[in-house]
């Protein structure tokens, strides 16, 4: 069983910053593929960005890539999302998941567990 915390989420002008963080519980942290979805009301949760646990391989959605970075520090059992030129569009509740599978896959049916989200706010 694996237990997430999502933080850092907040209210950030367009074109600002802000990193999440996502704190994991257990001792096999590194052997978990660690993403990021986001959803709004009424809107199905979306893959934002993924991280294998075998190799540190990253993927991204199109519409975050070259602005967001995930990255995760196994020592710490954390996975962090910097996100950079923050647009409004990016507004959502942000979800931390975990993957004990082999591929880092985009499917919220893929992720075997998940944070309670945290909101990001981009105002224009």
């Known amino acids: 069983q694996v237990q997430l915390i999502e933080s850092g989420g907040g209210l950030v002008q367009a074109g600002g910053s802000l990193r999440l963080s996502c704190a994991a519980s257990g001792r096999t942290f590194g052997t978990y593929n660690m993403g990021w979805f986001r959803q709004n009301p009424g809107k199905e949760r979306e893959f934002v960005a993924g991280i294998r646990w075998l190799d540190s391989t990253t993927y991204y959605a199109d519409s975050v890539k070259g602005r967001f970075t995930i990255a995760r520090d196994n020592a710490k059992s954390t996975v962090y999302l910097q996100m950079n030129s923050l647009k409004p569009e990016d507004t959502a509740v942000y979800y931390c998941?975990?993957?004990?599978?082999?591929?880092?896959?985009?499917?919220?049916?893929?992720?075997?567990?998940w944070g309670q989200g945290t909101q990001v706010t981009v105002s224009s």
């Open positions: 998941a975990a993957d004990s599978g082999f591929r880092v896959l985009t499917s919220v049916a893929s992720w075997d567990y």
